[in-house]
């Protein structure tokens, strides 16, 4: 079965870094664009960042660009997000997503939830001092 398992989240002061990991297993994780989504409570879950299978695009909300990073490791089979300059309103919980997108453009990452298929079971984020 395809499964997605987040870790790293926790406590972080405002102005910190984070870096949350997500392993995969269960399916061939290289032909899949991987992406990373959040929400926070009261709020709809957003798109954060996403990286193509092949590894050579990367894209990410406006509100998070310049401060978080997404690359991934297809020989461990895990996707990461460095999440730096963190603020409160950062904090919510992430979840990792995957889509598989082999005969995709190499370029090609959704940024819908419904484009994804594979889900993790999220991870707690929270930027307060």
């Known amino acids: 079965q395809v499964q997605l398992v987040e870790s790293g989240g926790g406590l972080v002061q405002p102005g910190g870094s984070l870096r949350l990991s997500c392993a995969a297993s269960?399916?061939?994780?290289?032909?899949?664009?991987m992406g990373w989504f959040r929400q926070a409570p009261g709020k709809e879950r957003e798109f954060v960042a996403g990286?193509?299978?092949?590894?050579?695009?990367?894209v990410y909300a406006d509100s998070v660009k310049g401060r978080f990073t997404i690359s991934r490791d297809n020989a461990k089979n895990t996707v990461y997000l460095q999440l730096g300059s963190l603020k409160p309103e950062d904090t919510a919980v992430y979840y990792c997503?995957?889509?598989?997108?082999?005969?995709?453009?190499?370029?090609?990452?959704?940024?819908?939830?419904?484009?994804?298929?594979?889900w993790g079971q999220g991870t707690q984020v929270t930027v307060s001092s």
């Open positions: 269960g399916f061939t994780f290289s032909t899949y664009a």
């Open positions: 997503a995957g889509r598989e997108t082999y005969s995709s453009k190499w370029y090609y990452i959704p940024r819908a939830e419904y484009e994804y298929d594979s």
């Open positions: 990286v193509s299978w092949s590894g050579g695009r990367d």
